[in-house]
């Protein structure tokens, strides 16, 4: 079983829709959870992070922590075309990062 | 503020060529670095990581190398490049411990012909 699980699946979603995105992980010794944007040829960037299990808001952006059931979700509100990219979640302990494959979003206008 | 160089952000090398990448990190001192590939369907493979000067850490045999001549520099190397070595390359830094994750390069794109 792989450490961390994402279903790289495209998503499509028209303008102003909400974007929902997960993953889930088998290892109960992560300790931040993170999620980053990449845009096409570009290096990934960090969106959000967080440590504990709940959520956490910054504008459009809602990371959600499972602690329990070691699964993170990702959603975005009001959705632009602008936000087409790749979403890839990212989990670490003991200053490593273990990465999901990726999830290709394309917010149609 | 902190910046990170990532050079060249294409190139095209025959198999059998040796293969030289290299970033630098600006406005911080002592960074973790990390070196990244990413193909498709697959994710983000960590390749090697360095913690100091002249420390470097392997985490898959390959056809690669890394090295940390200096404190904000980082090269990945190859003598042979291989079909299977191209792909999306990323470098990342960090400072400490991850509370603020990586910060990424830009990336080079390689395709070995």
């Known amino acids: 079983q792989k450490e961390v699980e994402q279903d790289p699946g495209p998503l499509s979603v028209p303008e102003g829709a909400i974007v929902s995105l997960n993953c889930t992980y088998s290892?109960?010794?992560?300790?931040?959870f993170m999620w980053y944007r990449q845009y096409s040829r570009k290096g990934p960037e960090l969106l959000m992070y967080?440590?504990?299990?709940g959520n956490k808001e910054d504008g459009r952006f809602t990371a959600q922590v499972d602690k329990s059931s070691k699964y993170i979700s990702l959603f975005i509100r009001d959705s632009q075309p602008s936000d087409s990219a790749t979403y890839l979640c990212?989990?670490?302990?003991?200053?490593?990062?273990?990465f999901g494959k990726g999830n290709q979003v394309v917010v149609i206008p | 503020s902190q910046t990170i160089h990532q050079w060249p952000a294409t190139l095209v090398q025959p198999v059998g060529s040796p293969l030289s990448l290299e970033c630098t990190v600006e406005?911080?001192?002592?960074?973790?670095l990390y070196w990244y590939r990413q193909a498709a369907g697959r994710g983000l493979q960590l390749l090697f990581y360095?913690?100091?000067?002249?420390?470097i850490s392997s985490e898959v045999p390959q056809n690669l190398s890394a090295s940390r001549p200096q404190d904000r520099q980082f090269i990945l190397s190859s003598k042979k490049l291989l079909l299977s070595d191209s792909g999306f390359y990323l470098c990342?830094?960090?400072?400490?411990?991850?509370?603020?994750?990586?910060?990424f390069g830009s990336g080079t794109r390689l395709t070995v012909v």
């Open positions: 990342a830094w960090s400072v400490g411990g991850i509370d603020y994750g990586y910060t």
């Open positions: 290892n109960s010794a992560f300790q931040y």
């Open positions: 967080t440590y504990s299990s």
């Open positions: 990212a989990m670490g302990r003991n200053n490593r990062l273990a």
């Open positions: 406005g911080t001192s002592n960074p973790n």
């Open positions: 360095s913690v100091g000067i002249g420390q």
